[in-house]
């Protein structure tokens, strides 16, 4: 499924509007996630900005499939990779190990650090992270997997050092780059969430895929993930709560393991 950077160059940019029309209440959940956290929304805008502003070049980081138009000729084609593949499983922090030939018609969506739950790399179509998935999501980008990279206050100096090392790999991996920011930001996206799980369903819905029609595995609030990265655990169930509220507005919270 990973495809080479003259294939996506052949392509025409069509344009921007890849996403469909973004509910309210997902992207108002970023704003109630934030009012609960305490988290500022100038910083979020911020690294989005300056994520927004790294992307501009013709070749960013040296990178010509980086470009604003390269970007979007490889969303235009992940695009219709989620949409036509039959069986598409999003993959969540609390997965156990997966061997993807058990499911020889699928495609897989990975949260961050959960691609390591996947033993083939060939068969992920992208990985939604921001950032702190470590080795997993470095195996991912080194092997040229799609990644879906999100912008948050918190992230700025990681999303920078990954970026930095990434673009020094033989095959680097495709980007679409994310925000959580009520502003728009030229050549990013936001597709509504909170976490990388969620986020990534929020993704998919964005592209036009139908929820009901994907698999999610590894969704869960009883406890943190092993492919979840470094963090307070208390503090993530926290979060996990607010992933299980955006799969409610998503009409997909039948997937979670509580």
């Known amino acids: ?113 959960a691609v390591g739950a996947l033993d083939d790399l060939s068969r992920v179509l992208c990985v939604v992270s921001d950032g702190d998935g470590a080795e997993h999501l470095e195996r991912a980008a080194r092997s040229g997997v799609h990644v879906v990279l999100h912008a948050h206050g918190d992230n700025r100096e990681v999303w920078k050092e990954l970026v930095t ?27 509504g969430g909170f976490t990388d799980g969620d986020r990534a369903l929020c993704f998919i819905h964005a592209m036009g895929r139908s929820l009901k029609s994907v698999e999610c595995v590894g969704f869960r609030t009883d406890y943190v993930g092993p492919w979840s990265g470094t963090t307070n655990p208390e503090r993530k169930k926290q979060k996990l709560a607010w992933m299980e509220e955006s799969m409610r507005r998503l009409g997909v919270e039948h997937h979670l393991i509580r």
């Open 1 to 113: 499924m990973n495809l080479t950077t003259h294939t996506f160059l052949e392509r025409p940019w069509v344009g921007v509007n890849v996403f469909n029309h973004i509910p309210d209440g997902l992207i108002a959940l970023q704003d109630e996630v934030r009012q609960a956290f305490g988290w500022s929304a100038d910083a979020d805008n911020v690294s989005a900005i300056e994520m927004s502003n790294q992307f501009t070049d013709e070749a960013p980081y040296g990178q010509v499939s980086w470009s604003i138009a390269s970007r979007q000729a490889a969303l235009n084609e992940l695009k219709h990779s989620i949409c036509s593949i039959e069986r598409l499983i999003v993959v969540g922090a609390g997965s156990e190990t997966i061997s993807v030939d058990d499911y020889p018609d699928a495609g897989f969506i990975a949260a961050d650090g």
């Open 165 to 191: 090392v990434w673009s020094n790999f033989e095959q680097p991996p495709f980007l679409t780059l994310t925000h959580q920011s009520t502003t728009h930001h030229e050549g990013m996206h936001n597709p």
